[in-house]
């Protein structure tokens, strides 16, 4: 099994910066990438970023050149710095684990993000 917990989560306005933290702990090596969704009020879960454990990573068209995603793989963690937000940024995020075996993603609790205009 592997356990998720996010942080850095809050309350920010429009055209500020937040950065979210997730780290990982139990079986690791089950992980072949780690990113992160969100979920509005209303809406389906939704990609904001991903990365592979080989480096590869992708965005959701929404954010692409406000956010980036890194990786410290010794701390097992994986951040996501966001820029330029806006208010439709608010929602959920969610730290992903994706998972050698498919359907069996990770997932952890999730974090607010509200972003006012």
């Known amino acids: 099994q592997v356990h998720l917990v996010e942080s850095g989560g809050g309350l920010v306005q429009s055209g500020g910066s937040l950065r979210l933290s997730c780290v990982a702990s139990?079986?690791?090596?089950?992980?072949?990438?780690m990113g992160w969704y969100r979920q509005a009020p209303g809406k389906q879960r939704e990609l904001v970023a991903h990365m592979t454990n080989n480096g590869y990573t992708s965005y959701g068209d929404s954010v692409k050149g406000r956010f980036t995603i890194s990786r410290d793989n010794a701390e097992n963690s994986v951040f996501l710095q966001m820029n330029s937000l806006k208010p439709e940024d608010t929602a959920v995020y969610y730290c992903?684990?994706?998972?050698?075996?498919?359907?069996?993603?990770?997932w952890g609790q999730g974090t607010q993000v509200t972003v006012s205009s």
């Open positions: 992903n684990g994706g998972s050698m075996v498919p359907g069996d993603d990770y």
């Open positions: 139990g079986s690791i090596s089950r992980m072949y990438a």
